[in-house]
């Protein structure tokens, strides 16, 4: 009996204490977020279509992430946005509070063995994509430069931001293996950059900027026609620019036309959010439906409606299975476009 009696005090004695267990065990996704800021990185200067429209779904994710962090934005430009994307890959925290908005054509370099890439898009989580708007080439009013094949027969000036971006790998690749002149001055910081420059008649165009972000950033030079598109990079023709030929459109033999089919591909992650490799699969998880959650958003959706954003969203699953499959493409194809991307 006083054995009896004694187990049962242990048990009362044990009841009473505060109950614990490893904090590694027990922290929720909430738990973990709640009070904290997660960094929102962004490979471009301040101004253009990349900054501004994840400003704004930085303004609505936080809500839909448990425990409600908040969201800042910060920008770090450089090398064509190869910067953002070799830090998130090695130095920034892999613990979820860091999320980066970086270029598609990130993939194309890794794919192609580009100098300089220090990241796997595969291992990247990616959280989202906002868009598959085509990318365009363009030339400005006073150039006198008025279709692509204009620059098949003198030289026209455009500004890119570095050489592991599409600002620069485009107009190249049309040089190589169209016969195109253009001229390609790098070393802007971001897009914003570019138009002033053209503004200034520093350069005559842009080596790239999205459809999106000129109707969003930019409708009255589109409605002035201050801007002519040249061309445009997507794996088909958008609807609101039929008369505009493709990359692919221009291509001389089946071999370059795969090569600037695969160039061009990644338009369909035009916009795309990631973490870094090493985030705990609960928070990849929230963080990705809560993405999906702010673009389903009423207020995030009429904000994008009245900047004139288009929204045409992509999970991160289905965004990640499309730089995975950027990686994994036909060898002949990455090899030719492999020597083109090492000519530069």
């Not at 430069?145 to 570095?162: K, L, S």
């Not at 160039?263 to 035009?270: E, F, K, L, V, Y």
Request: hydrophobic share 40%; glycine share 8%.
């Amino acid at each position: 009996m006083a054995h009896r009696r004694y187990l049962l005090a242990l048990i009362g004695t044990i009841a009473l204490q505060p109950f614990s267990v490893p904090c590694v065990w027990a922290q929720s996704v909430a738990d973990f977020y709640r009070g904290k800021t997660i960094t929102m990185t962004v490979g471009t200067s301040p101004g253009g279509d990349y900054d501004l429209r994840m400003r704004m779904v930085g303004r609505h994710l936080g809500k839909y992430i448990p425990g409600n962090p908040q969201i800042v934005a910060t920008n770090m430009p450089g090398a064509g946005q190869m910067l953002v994307a070799n830090w998130l890959a090695s130095v920034a925290p892999k613990d979820g509070t860091v999320i980066a908005a970086i270029s598609q054509n990130l993939a194309v370099h890794q794919a192609t063995g580009a100098s300089g890439v220090r990241y796997d898009v595969r291992e990247f989580n990616w959280i989202g994509n906002t868009t598959d708007t085509p990318n365009t080439i363009n030339s400005w009013h006073t150039t006198n430069i008025r279709t692509i094949q204009d620059v098949m027969v003198r030289e026209h000036v455009v500004g890119a931001t570095g050489f592991a971006s599409g600002s620069y790998l485009y107009p190249f690749a049309l040089n190589a293996l169209v016969g195109t002149k253009f001229k390609i001055v790098t070393g802007y910081p971001g897009g914003n950059d570019i138009n002033l420059a053209m503004e200034r008649g520093e350069v005559g165009g842009r080596g790239s900027n999205s459809w999106a972000s000129w109707k969003s950033t930019r409708p009255q030079w589109l409605a002035e026609k201050k801007v002519i598109i040249l061309v445009q990079v997507g794996v088909r023709r958008n609807p609101e620019l039929p008369d505009i030929p493709t990359l692919q459109d221009l291509a001389k033999n089946d071999l370059d036309r795969d090569v600037l089919t695969f160039i061009s591909a990644d338009t369909a992650i035009s916009r795309p959010l990631v973490t870094n490799a090493g985030v705990p699969r609960e928070r990849v998880e929230a963080l990705r439906r809560a993405f999906d959650q702010a673009m389903r958003d009423p207020e995030f959706l009429a904000e994008a409606e009245k900047s004139k954003t288009d929204i045409s969203a992509m999970t991160g699953e289905e965004a990640q299975k499309i730089a995975a499959a950027t990686i994994n493409a036909a060898p002949a194809v990455r090899a030719r476009a492999a020597a083109l991307i090492d000519g530069k």
